[in-house]
């Protein structure tokens, strides 16, 4: 097979990395790609939402399957793109259609959703400019701290949860009266705050069967026991100690089921990653949000836990018979750490020289935010959130430990992580 990854991050490097393994493949490319992909495949500098672009790289390098990694190509339809398309219609993308991504690009599409599936999420009503009144009143029968959520993509920082009535209020008409978020909060959900601890379960789907992927738990926050700014991720690690076997057969009866029973009803094509967010209350779990992509960091740590051929899976999906594929996941832990520029995720520098990689030996790096320059032999800095560092542990103690001392190998200016991964659990 000949693949084209789209994506530049952690999650993609790990995806190349483990598409590279696959006795299936023949060439992958990776679009853009970062320093870390150019070792797995060879990157293609295009933007990752110019499909005509991507059509024509598709067709000259006769590519036979589309993998795509984050949310924006898949909300702006490149599914739909390939399959209207009379050339490109025999490509399988693996990604779900546009109307499937609105379970990540709209979340009052996703509550919509969960409502007439009645799968378990937080209480919650949708309001506009021209409902803010009701909106008031609604946030005046709830409980304080009080989760506002801008509709459409925000760049992971479209909710927000004030602790007070009066911040709520304020922040309610920053929202709709103010376009805080633009286009994206010109509907905002406002939802019950939901008190537990939070996980993610990743599902891989053809539309008509799934395999469930190994939960992940992952850190958002830029500061240690859980404060500060949110990150697109500081850590992860996977398996997920409290999510036992009764915990997860919750999951799958009461959200996976269906999700992908409700996604099948609906007529909404879905071949792809479905990615939900998790909040265990009391031992029973509820959906915080869907994402119609895999996780970062989580991928960092999920992907290398799959011992069977990705491609192998993806083709499954691709010719709807995923239901015969084995999927077989190591037993072991896998601890990801994330190495960020200082500053992030407010402002910081890049273009700092990374060194040390060829020191690390008992972990995986999976690079995020790095390039070549001049084609100079250390790649530098590109981003906020740098690299990955994956080990494995027949305890997560274990893994943790071996990616803390990597991480201590990897040197560039302003380096900063958290040192607190899964020590909550
Ligand atoms: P989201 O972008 O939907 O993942 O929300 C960002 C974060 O806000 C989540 O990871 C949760 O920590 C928190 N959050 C979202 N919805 C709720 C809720 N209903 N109750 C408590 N926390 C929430
Ligand atoms: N790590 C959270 C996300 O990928 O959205």
């Known amino acids: 097979m000949n693949v084209l990854l789209i994506g530049s991050g952690g999650r993609e490097h790990a995806f190349a990395w483990k598409i590279a393994q696959s006795k299936k493949l023949t060439r992958l490319f990776i679009l853009p790609g970062n320093a870390g ?75 919509r959703f969960m409502q007439r599936h009645q799968i378990p999420t937080a209480r919650y009503q949708t309001f506009t400019k021209e409902t803010m009144q009701e909106g008031m009143t609604f946030l005046e029968t709830l409980p304080p701290p009080y989760v506002l959520k801008a509709d459409g993509l925000a760049a992971g920082k479209g909710v927000v949860i ?30 019950e705050f939901l008190k537990g601890i939070e996980l993610s379960v990743f599902v891989l789907s053809d539309g008509v069967s799934y395999k469930i992927l190994p939960p992940a738990k992952d850190y958002k926050r830029i500061g240690e026991a859980d404060t500060g700014l949110n990150t697109g991720g500081m850590g992860a690690v996977s398996p997920v100690p409290f999510a036992d076997a009764a915990f997860l057969k919750k999951v799958e009866d009461r ?38 992509r895999m996780g ?30 084995k999927i077989e996941i190591d037993s072991r832990y896998a601890a990801s750490v994330m190495l960020v520029s200082g500053g992030y995720p407010g402002a910081y520098e890049k273009g700092k020289v990374i060194s040390g990689l060829e020191k690390v030996k008992d972990s995986i790096v999976f690079h995020a935010a790095t390039e070549v320059k001049n084609g100079k032999p250390e790649p530098v800095t590109s981003g906020g959130r740098v690299m990955a560092i994956t080990s494995y542990g027949h305890t997560m103690a274990e893994a943790l430990e071996k990616s803390y001392k990597s991480a201590g190998e990897i ?14 659990l």
Do not use: W
């Not at 094509?269 to 119609?292: Q, S, T």
């Not at 991928?299 to 799959?306: F, G, L, N, S, Y």
């Open 255 to 292: 959200i996976v089921v269906p999700t992908i029973n409700g996604l099948k009803k609906e007529g909404i094509i879905y071949k792809g990653f479905i990615f939900i967010g998790l909040m265990c209350v009391n031992g029973n779990p509820y959906v915080i949000e869907y994402n119609c």
């Open 411 to 424: 040197k560039f200016d302003k380096i900063y992580y958290r040192k607190d991964i899964g020590l909550d």
């Open 37 to 111: 992909t150019a070792g797995c495949g060879t990157n293609v500098i295009i933007s990752e939402t110019d499909f005509e672009a991507i059509r024509k790289f598709v067709l000259e390098n006769k590519i036979t399957m589309v993998v795509v990694g984050p949310e924006a190509p898949l909300v702006k339809g490149i599914y739909d793109f390939f399959s209207a398309d009379n050339d490109l219609k025999s490509i399988p993308v693996i990604g779900p259609s546009k109307t499937g991504a609105q379970l990540e690009g709209s979340k009052d599409f996703s509550k």
């Open 296 to 325: 970062d960091p989580e991928t960092e740590v999920v992907v290398p836990r799959i011992k069977s051929d990705l491609l192998d899976l993806f083709e499954g999906v691709a010719k709807g018979n995923l239901s015969e594929r």
């Open 162 to 191: 004030p602790a007070t009535l009066d911040e709520a209020k304020q922040e309610l008409t920053e929202m709709l009266a103010h376009s805080k978020f633009g286009e994206a909060s010109v509907k905002v959900v406002i939802e």
